[in-house]
Each structure stands twice: as structure tokens, then as C-alpha cells.
């Protein structure tokens, strides 16, 4: 087992920094051991022999190990800044963009690092003729293992992200579309979280279990796509929007992202084993985008180059996905509870109901008959965004907590509430009575009613009307008798559904 023969063909290991050329044209292991960086044409440990797979196989430049060597040996504090100069030889963006551009192409570096759980995937969209597939050609040469793929044929992803754990430029007029009709699309969707593995069912003769392979998919990711993209795919994504910008840019080459290349892979082994440092959340980026970008701020900690700008161009991208969720059901959804919780006061409470049909009423308002919807139509779509559902006197409604609200404000682009955060709810039930007996003996006129939503309102004045109309009653007598009527209602109001 010790053998080069009877050594296994491999250009992807843990620890492996990567494959590079030595002077004699031969194909050598970058590794790092206690501390210091080796170079080796076969790999072996107890468990494991290794030997490189043949120089064709590896469809993409590869660094030179005296280079790599050199630069792993001295400082390279301007490699962020060279880094963006070499970039901009081929294309325009605006700062924001080319910032988290080149904050990617170091994360591809170590997007295998133990520390790292997730790698987003980089999205140029536009129209036609905006220098889509020229900027994503310059970054993926720099990119760790970059491939430039025009076709979507899940063999061949499945082959380089197992093999080579490389970064994939897939360059596709219409990429939803092809990974749909090419069977790729669950590929897509889990690639960009490390462990993700697909199946399939290749050896059908060979029994259950047998049959299956799961094949490894997790890797970095750049795509340029005409049209838009599924809004489940896009949630993986970063979107740059490609500016019109014509101007006369060099044309991106393989050789000509070498010497960043090696760069790179100098600068990947010296953190590949460094321990990283976790995060708490930014303010402002939350959900999935804060999984994604988490690990391109982990690694901005290990670069010469200011957390700030990283941080505005990853708000800006969280702003422009509010607004695009605004435009969505949910997001119609959210403004319309918002309007009849701004209406009503209710964020004043800790808690709050909202009839479906109020929802219903205004979400239908200004359409032509033929396109309202049913109150079953919002009952699912509240449901489906979480919202507790109950039945009250034959009418739906749902239920809302104001750390519900707020982080529903937040999530869909709201920001959150202009008035203070409320700090308590009503008071409970024997309290409430025990304050109105004590009024009532004091002598007042009336008694001081909280209402948390406009039912409780209209069912606490019709029994007072409803009392002054028989007489016989004094007024502390029928209010009295009114707001027990009301604690009544509300205990049955709070029996869920």
C-alpha cells in the first residue's frame, strides 16, 4: 500500500494546499507539516497512499511551486489591493461590488477550511453585451481551481466537485432553466452548504444501498445569467448587477491571473490550518444572508483591508433583497398587517389578533372581482409564513407577539417600529377585576377600559348600550356588568383553535 503503484489517483485530500509544477514540468503536492510548506509527488499517511492524477485532468493553470514557495516564505500585505488592479484590467464595477468580489475569491481559498460551513454563490446578471462572462472569466483564473463551464451536464459537475473540490463558472443564458430540464437543479440548491451530497441510483442491478452513489457537491460557485434566476436559487446568492460601463478592457487570459495565483495559494497555506474566529450577526443582516456571508468577514479578519466596506456592500445587498421582498405575496402580506396594526394601535401590546378577513378585505381592495382571492387562499398563505391561526366565533384570525412583528418588520424591508418597544401586556384577569371593584367603591364616574384589538371595543359598548336599555341598573353597575361580560368574552376568546 506504500507503493507509487499502488497508490490511488487523487488531487483532493484534507490538508492538501494544491497541486502545483515544479521546474521539470512534474506535478508535486503542496502540503503543509508542523509549520512549513513541502513539496511532494505522493501522499502517504497510515491510513492513506496518494499519487496526482495526469496533468490532463486538471483544466486550469497551475501554480508554480518556486512561486508558490517564495511568496508562502515573505509578507504580502498589498495581495487585497493587487488583487482588485488585476480585476479591474477587465471589466467595470462600483466599489461595493469589486469588494465583495475580491473578498470571494480569497473565501474560495478556504472554502474547505473546518471553520468555514457555508460558500454563496456569486450571481453577474444583465442584459446581454454588459461583461458578464468577461468579469466572471477574470475571476475564476484566480479563483482556487476555477473551471469555466458553458453546458450543465451533472456528470461532469459531479466529477469536478468531487475530484477537484474547484470553483464552477457556470456561464448559461438561462441557468434555472437548463438545471431544470438537465436534472442539475437539487444540485444548485445544496451546493453551496458544506456536507451537501446527492444521490443517484447508478448500479440498479446490484440491489438496495448497492446501487446508490452520493456524490460530494459542496464548492464556490460564479454564475452569469441572462435572465433571472429561481427566487429559491437566488437566496444563495450574491447579485451584481453588471453596470453600464463600455470601455476598452483587456481581455481576461489564464496566464495572465497566474501570478495572483500563486499568490493566493501561498496565502491558503498559511491560514488553511489557522483556527478562525467566530461572529455575532451584523446589524441588518440576518437569515440566510448572514449564513452565506458569515465566512466572508471571517476571512476580511484575515486580510489587510478595512471590515467596513466589506460590511456596506453586504447591507446594500440586504436593502435591495427587503425591497424585493416587498414586492412578493408575503411581503403585500406584511404591509397590509402592518396598516391595520398602525391603524388600530396594537403595537402598543405585547400581544394581538387580526381577523383573516380584515387582511382579506384590504389585500382585495382596487382588484376587478374575477381576481380576489378567498379568505382559504390567505388562510394558507398566512399559515405557510408561520402566522398561529385560531377560530373565534366562527371568524379566522391569527395571533401576533410584538418580537413577531418586529422581526417580520425586519425581515421584509421595514426596518422596524416607530414607537418605543412595549414593555408590558394587559393586565391578567383577577387583577383587571379586583382594579375595577376598587373603582367602582371609590365613587368614580366611569372606569378607565383597555382594548387590544376593535372586536373587544364594539363587544364592550353594545353590552353597555345593550344594559343602559333595560335600566334598572346604576351606571357603576352596568359597567361593572359590562367588563365582566368583556373578561368572559376575552377567556373564550383565548381558547386556541
Known sequence: MDSFFDSALSAYFPGLVDVCINDDGQL??????????????????????????ERKHFQFTLPRAAEVSRYFGQEDSTIYDDLLFYLKRFSALDDEQWAIVAHYVFLTYLHDHPGIDYCPYILFHAVPE???????????YVAFRGIHLIELREAT?????????????LDLLDLSKKAERGGCDDILLLRYEKGAKCCRVQYPDQGPFNDTVYYDI????????????????????????????PGNYENPRPELGLKMKERLTAWRAKHLLTTLSDMDPIEGISGRLWDITKPMFIVNSLLPVDFQILEESILSIASEKDESRKDTVEGRLVAIIK??????????????????????????EGKPEDQR????????????????????????????????????LKQYGYKGRELAKPTHSLPGKAEQNQDVLRVV????????????SPEEREFYYEKLQALKEEGGRSSDEIELIAIEALEEWRRYDDVPF
Not at 130 to 140: A, E, H, I, Q
Not at 218 to 227: K, L, R
Not at 346 to 362: C, E, H, P, Y
Not at 441 to 452: H, K, L
Open 157 to 169: 459537475i459531479f466529477r469536478y466537485s468531487q475530484n477537484l473540490h474547484g470553483t464552477l463558472f
Open 373 to 408: 382571492v378567498s379568505s382559504q387562499w390567505i388562510g394558507k398563505r398566512l399559515k405557510r409564513m408561520s402566522f398561529r391561526n385560531r377560530i373565534v366565533r366562527g371568524y379566522s384570525e391569527i395571533k401576533i407577539t410584538s418580537a413577531e412583528y418586529d422581526m417580520l
Open 218 to 245: 459542496y464548492g464556490p460557485t460564479i454564475i452569469a445569467s441572462n435572465e433571472p434566476l429561481h427566487k429559491i436559487l437566488e437566496t444563495r446568492c450574491l447579485p451584481i448587477i453588471m453596470p453600464n460601463l
Open 130 to 140: 454588459r461583461g458578464k462572462s468577461r468579469t466572471g472569466k477574470s475571476v475564476s
Open 441 to 452: 367603591e371609590s365613587g368614580r364616574e366611569s372606569v378607565q377600559v383597555s382594548f387590544t
Open 339 to 364: 396598516e391595520i396594526t398602525d391603524e388600530n394601535g396594537f403595537d402598543r401590546f405585547v400581544d394581538w389578533s387580526i381577523k383573516t378577513g380584515d387582511i382579506r378585505a384590504k389585500y382585495n
Open 28 to 53: 508535486v503536492y503542496a502540503i503543509i507539516k508542523d509549520g512549513e510548506l513541502t513539496f511532494a509527488q505522493e501522499y502517504i499517511s497510515e491510513a492513506d497512499s496518494f499519487s496526482i492524477p
